[in-house]
């Protein structure tokens, strides 16, 4: 498995799985897509390598989302 990088590459492992998400807003998909993550994981699906790096991808991605909502309501 390759080295996830960016967000579209965790939506694409999950897709491996007959995950897809699309809840509407940007950061509840990103906290949806880890959820998901977290239930793959627990049940034995993904290796903890692969767990770990897409889980630091969204960790990434959603402390993204909330400095620009900080951002827009200080606008």
């Known amino acids: 498995m390759k080295t996830l ?8 492992l999950l897709k491996k799985y007959g995950i897809l998400v699309h809840v509407g807003k940007r950061k509840w998909d990103i906290e949806l897509m880890a959820i998901e993550l977290d239930n793959l994981y627990k049940a034995g699906i993904l290796e903890k390598k692969v767990y770990l790096n897409a889980k630091l991808v969204l960790r990434h991605e959603h402390e993204y989302e909330e400095k ?5 309501r200080l606008d």
Do not use: A, G, S
């Not at 990088?5 to 694409?12: C, E, G, I, R, S």
């Not at 620009?68 to 827009?72: H, I, M, R, S």
């Open 5 to 12: 990088k960016t967000l579209y590459d965790v939506q694409q």
């Open 68 to 72: 620009l909502e900080k951002e827009n």
